[in-house]
C-alpha cells in the first residue's frame, strides 16, 4: 500500500518535487498538497511579467489539473494548515478536518516583510508576492495612481517596472547607496539607476522610509531626511521571512527558516522542509533554483536513494525589459580575487569577472548578459579557465575558438 506523504504549501518547490518523486518513486506515496492559495501552483517568478504585462495571468500555471491527477496526488487548495501534531502524525487544516501522515514535507515559502514604521498598516499599502497582490497592483496602475516602492532589491525593481508600464506614476526609495547592493557593485549599480530612471522610474537612494502618513489611506511617505513624497498607494518590497510558524509550534529547531540537514530532514522524524522555508547550513534561499535542487535530492531520499544536498551557487537575473542585469557568486572580489572589467556605460554594458586562483568565482553583467548561463556554468563547476582567460570576457564563442587556435 502507498504510504501517505502530507506536503503543506503549493508552491514552486513543491510541483518540483512532485515532479522529481514520480520520477523516482511513482506509487509508492500517496501524495496530499494542502496550498493555502487559491489555484492550482504556479511559476511565481513570471508574476513579474505578469505585472508587466508581458504574461497572462493563466498562462503562469506550472501544470494542469490532469498532471497533478495522473500522479495520484489529491490536491487541497484555498485551505491552509494550522498545526502538526507529531506525536499522532496528523496535520490539521484550517477548516477542522486533520490529515494523517507518514511522511510530511514542509514547503510554505515565504512572507513578504512589511516595514515597521508608524502608518505600515493603512489601507493602500501592499506587498508584491502572490498573484491576488498583482491583480492588486494592476488596478492601482490602472487609475495612473501615485505609487511609492519601497525596497531596491531585484522585487522592487519588477514591482516599479511593471507599475510604471501599466499606467502608474512610480518612486522608488532605497535605504542603501545603491540598487541591488547584494548582487551588483557600486559601477554596475548606477548604470542599472540610470537605466530605471529611463524607464521614468524616479530612484531615491539612500533614503530611510521614517513613516507613512495618512487618516485611514495612505497619503505619502516621509523619509528620515525629512523628505516627503506623495502616494495613493505604498508597496513594500524590503525582504522576506521564511514561514515557520508551523514548524516552530510543532517543537521542530527553527532559525531564520526550518531548520534542515543535507537530507532535507527537519530536526523531528520524517519530516522535511524544502524551498524558501528551509535553512540548510545557515542559509534561507530566496531563489528558486536551490528550491529545485532540494527538491531533486529530496525526492532521491523519500526513495530511498543516496543524495545529498551540499548548497546551492545562486544567481540572480532582472526581469525588467530592456535591463538586462546577471550577477552571481563573488561579485565584489572579496576574497582577493582579480577582476576583468569592460565598461561602456555610454553602451550601457557593464562586465566583471572575478577570478580567484585560476578559476571564476563570480561575474556581473548589466546589458550585454549573452554569456551569463556560461560564467555561471564555469562558476558552478569550479573549472580551471587559465587557457581561455584572456579572451572569455567576450563570451563562449570567442573563447573557445581563440583556444583552438
Ligand atoms: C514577483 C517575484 C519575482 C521573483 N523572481 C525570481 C527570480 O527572478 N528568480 C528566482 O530565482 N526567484 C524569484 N522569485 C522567488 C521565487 O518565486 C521563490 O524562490 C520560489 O517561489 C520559492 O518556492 P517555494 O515553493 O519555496 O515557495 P512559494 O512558491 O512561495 O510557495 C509556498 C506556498 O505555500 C503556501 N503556504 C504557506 N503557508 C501555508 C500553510 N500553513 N498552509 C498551506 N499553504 C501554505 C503559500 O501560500 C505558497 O503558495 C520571485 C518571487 C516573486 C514574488
Redesign the pocket.
Known amino acids: 500500500m502507498s504510504e501517505p506523504l502530507v506536503v503543506?504549501?503549493?508552491?514552486?518547490?513543491?510541483?518540483?518535487l512532485v515532479d522529481e518523486l514520480a520520477k523516482v518513486a511513482l506509487g509508492r506515496y500517496a501524495i496530499a498538497v494542502?496550498?493555502?492559495?487559491p489555484r492550482l501552483?504556479y511559476?511565481?517568478?513570471?508574476?513579474?511579467s505578469v505585472?508587466a504585462g508581458e504574461t497572462a495571468s493563466h498562462e503562469i500555471e506550472l501544470r494542469p489539473a490532469a498532471w497533478w491527477r495522473d500522479r495520484g496526488v489529491t490536491l487541497k487548495y484555498g485551505?491552509?494548515?494550522?498545526e502538526i501534531d507529531i506525536g499522532r502524525r496528523e496535520l490539521k487544516?484550517?477548516n477542522e478536518e486533520s490529515i494523517s501522515f507518514s511522511r510530511l514535507v514542509l514547503?510554505?515559502?515565504?512572507?513578504?516583510l512589511r516595514l515597521n514604521v508608524p502608518g505600515s498598516d493603512l489601507a493602500g499599502v501592499h506587498t508584491?508576492?502572490?498573484s491576488r497582490?498583482?491583480d492588486l497592483l494592476l488596478t492601482l496602475a490602472a487609475q495612473k495612481k501615485r505609487v511609492v516602492v519601497v525596497g531596491g532589491g531585484?522585487?522592487g525593481l519588477?514591482?516599479a517596472y511593471g507599475l510604471a508600464k501599466a499606467g502608474a506614476t512610480v518612486t522608488l526609495v532605497h535605504l542603501m547607496d545603491r540598487l541591488m547592493e547584494r548582487q551588483l557593485d557600486a559601477p554596475a549599480a548606477d548604470l542599472l539607476k540610470s537605466l530605471v530612471e529611463r524607464k521614468g522610474i524616479n530612484v531615491l537612494l539612500n533614503a530611510s522610509t521614517a513613516r507613512l502618513h495618512g487618516a485611514t489611506r495612505v497619503e505619502g511617505v516621509e523619509l528620515a531626511d525629512g523628505r516627503r513624497i506623495d502616494a495613493d498607494a505604498v508597496i513594500f518590497a524590503a525582504g522576506?521571512r521564511p514561514?515557520v510558524?508551523?514548524a516552530r509550534d510543532a517543537g521542530i529547531a527553527v532559525g531564520r527558516g526550518v531548520v534542515v540537514d543535507d537530507h532535507l530532514q527537519t530536526g523531528a522524524p520524517e519530516i522535511f522542509a524544502?524551498?524558501?522555508?528551509?535553512e540548510h547550513r545557515g542559509i534561507c534561499?530566496?531563489?528558486?533554483?536551490?528550491?529545485y535542487e532540494q527538491a531533486r535530492v529530496l525526492a532521491q531520499h523519500l526513495a530511498g536513494k543516496t543524495a545529498a544536498y551540499a548548497g546551492s551557487v545562486?544567481?540572480?537575473?532582472?526581469?525588467v525589459s530592456g535591463v538586462s542585469v546577471f550577477s552571481a557568486g563573488d561579485f565584489i572580489g572579496a576574497d582577493g580575487g582579480e577582476t576583468i572589467l569592460l565598461s561602456d556605460v555610454r553602451h550601457g554594458t557593464y562586465k566583471k569577472l572575478v577570478i580567484s586562483e585560476g578559476r571564476l568565482t563570480g561575474a556581473v553583467l548589466v546589458g550585454d548578459v549573452e554569456s551569463a548561463l556560461w560564467y555561471l556554468e564555469l562558476i558552478r563547476n569550479r573549472e580551471l579557465i587559465v587557457p581561455i582567460r584572456r579572451d572569455m570576457m567576450f563570451g563562449r564563442a570567442v573563447s573557445i575558438r581563440s583556444k583552438a587556435a
Open positions: 503543506v504549501g503549493n508552491g514552486m518547490a513543491t510541483a518540483r494542502i496550498g493555502d492559495e501552483a511559476n511565481r517568478v513570471l508574476l513579474s505585472l485551505c491552509r494548515a494550522t487544516i484550517a514547503a510554505t515559502g515565504s512572507t513578504p508584491f508576492r502572490d497582490d498583482v531585484l522585487l519588477e514591482a522576506i514561514n510558524a508551523l524544502l524551498g524558501e522555508c528551509a534561499y530566496g531563489l528558486v533554483e536551490p528550491a545562486v544567481a540572480t537575473n532582472l526581469k
